[in-house]
């Protein structure tokens, strides 16, 4: 396969209005004005986001203009994809900016920002939240009640009973117009996106008389099916420390494997439908999760880092080591500190709360001890705090 051809198959659940008709315009010659939006909802991008990133990064590297777009209008109004209920909070502006402010950082390891052919960064509230009255009224003339109501969710939140808040469910058109503000050719998101991003189709050819194309990539998901992603807890994020990005991909189904080679790295597709087979006919998957797992370390970090990630994994998790280097570190002036302060203090945990279930829960010890909240633990050379299964801590005196 050409480079096309790889780019409007591999890793591409659908395209609209089809395939055949992007690939004549694509061979054709014409350069593409295209665009992937996040909603920074979260504060990191993680290894589900990067199927759709690598795909910009196929469009750049083929000359054509690539816009990453920070949600920062659309992540008021809250995107209901992919979830049950209606949202308990909904974020402000300046919230949605604070969040993003490290996305660049994460997804330039992948696409480039600067150098030949930059990918551009906006922001969509930049238009959004400029829209009048008039200009809402003129968005929503486009769509009725009854196409909207159509979106599967929607409808099994109402067999449930559970409610559709309206601020939810004017997202589509915001999502839309914002294909519309930026004059795109195409659009480029997870299928959980295919309604929102055909909102889009549709006010392009109503606004602005033109086509708009719309490309899906398939959701990363674990071994039951399950997406992998900050709505269903199960987080790998691009920037988690090498130690814990290795055991993490570890950690995932064996029938996983395949889908991630797929989707998030360059091996050769007869190689991986090789090991597929391989796996089928009863090989232990362990070797191909382990080159995966050095594959996505070396990607999002680098060969090095990839390499001692696996040695740890080696020692720690199958030989009942402790590692050579922790991938959060506790600094102290004091002898002794709660095991608490040292959990937030680190960053293996969020909050106080998080820290505090996790020591309820048994799930933080040192040298075969489960700690306590409020049981000051004694601040030594060479302290290793294991935290869970896969985050270590170590203690800095300074």
Same mark, same amino acid.
């Given at each position: 396969? !050409?480079?096309? !051809?790889?780019?409007? #198959?591999?890793?591409?659940? #659908?395209?609209?209005? #089809?395939? @055949?008709?992007?690939?004549?315009?694509?061979?054709?010659?014409?350069?593409?004005?295209?665009?992937?939006? &996040?909603?920074?909802?979260?504060?990191? %991008?993680?290894?589900?986001?990067?199927?759709?990133?690598?795909?910009?990064?196929?469009?750049?590297?083929?000359?054509?203009?690539?816009?990453?777009?920070?949600?920062?209008?659309?992540?008021?109004?809250?995107?209901?994809?992919?979830?049950?209920?209606?949202?308990?909070?909904?974020?402000?502006? @300046?919230?949605? =900016?604070?969040?993003? =402010? !490290?996305?660049?950082?994460?997804?330039?390891?992948?696409?480039? &920002?600067?150098?030949?052919?930059?990918?551009?960064?906006?922001?969509?509230?930049?238009?959004?939240?400029?829209?009048?009255?008039? !200009?809402?009224?003129?968005?929503?003339?486009?769509?009725?009640?009854?196409?909207?109501?159509?979106?599967? *969710?929607?409808? @099994?939140?109402?067999?449930?009973?559970?409610?559709?808040? %309206? =601020?939810? +469910?004017?997202?589509?058109?915001?999502?839309?117009?914002?294909?519309?503000?930026?004059?795109?050719?195409?659009? %480029?998101?997870?299928?959980?996106?295919?309604?929102? *991003?055909?909102?889009?189709?549709?006010?392009?050819?109503?606004?602005?008389?033109? @086509?708009? +194309?719309? *490309?899906?990539?398939?959701?990363?998901?674990?071994?039951?099916?399950?997406?992998?992603?900050?709505?269903?807890?199960?987080?790998?994020?691009?920037?988690?420390?090498?130690?814990?990005?290795?055991?993490?991909? *570890?950690?995932?189904?064996d029938d996983a494997i395949i889908n991630c080679f797929m989707l998030l790295t360059d091996l050769r597709e007869d190689d991986i439908r090789t090991m597929e087979g391989e796996m089928q006919g009863g090989i232990n998957p362990m070797q191909y999760k382990k080159k995966l797992a050095f594959e996505l370390t070396r990607t999002f970090h680098d060969a090095a880092a990839a390499g001692r990630a696996e040695t740890e994994f080696e020692s720690v998790h199958q030989k009942g080591g402790l590692p050579a280097e922790a991938g959060y570190v506790f600094e102290s002036r004091e002898r002794s500190a709660d095991p608490v302060e040292i959990l937030v203090g680190s960053g293996a945990t969020a909050s106080r709360?998080?820290?505090? =279930?996790?020591?309820?829960?048994?799930?933080?010890?040192?040298?075969?001890?489960?700690?306590?909240?409020?049981?000051? %633990?004694?601040?030594?050379?060479?302290?290793?705090?294991?935290?869970?299964?896969?985050?270590?801590?170590?203690?800095?005196?300074?």
């Open positions: 396969m !050409d480079a096309i !051809d790889t780019l409007l #198959s591999r890793g591409v659940d #659908s395209v609209y209005p #089809s395939r @055949e008709e992007l690939a004549k315009v694509l061979r054709a010659g014409k350069k593409l004005t295209l665009y992937q939006g &996040f909603d920074p909802t979260g504060t990191q %991008l993680h290894i589900g986001h990067a199927v759709a990133i690598r795909k910009l990064r196929q469009f750049q590297d083929l000359g054509h203009r690539v816009i990453f777009l920070i949600g920062d209008g659309t992540g008021q109004a809250g995107d209901p994809s992919g979830k049950s209920t209606s949202r308990d909070k909904f974020y402000t502006r @300046e919230e949605l =900016r604070a969040n993003a =402010r !490290d996305y660049v950082r994460q997804a330039g390891q992948i696409v480039r &920002f600067k150098g030949d052919n930059p990918v551009e960064i906006r922001y969509n509230s930049d238009w959004l939240n400029k829209l009048t009255l008039v !200009d809402i009224l003129g968005i929503a003339q486009h769509f009725s009640v009854q196409q909207l109501i159509e979106r599967d *969710m929607y409808r @099994e939140r109402m067999k449930r009973e559970e409610s559709i808040n %309206l =601020r939810e +469910f004017l997202y589509p058109l915001l999502q839309g117009y914002d294909s519309v503000a930026m004059k795109v050719d195409l659009e %480029l998101g997870g299928t959980d996106q295919t309604f929102n *991003m055909l909102a889009g189709r549709t006010l392009v050819k109503a606004m602005l008389g033109k @086509e708009k +194309f719309v *490309m899906t990539v398939p959701l990363l998901t674990d071994a039951r099916g399950t997406k992998i992603g900050k709505t269903e807890g199960n987080v790998i994020a691009i920037t988690d420390p090498p130690g814990e990005l290795y055991a993490k991909i *570890m950690n995932l189904g709360s998080e820290a505090k =279930r996790l020591i309820d829960q048994n799930a933080v010890e040192t040298g075969g001890v489960i700690l306590k909240a409020g049981t000051p %633990l004694r601040i030594g050379k060479g302290v290793i705090i294991k935290v869970g299964k896969k985050k270590f801590i170590s203690i800095k005196t300074i």
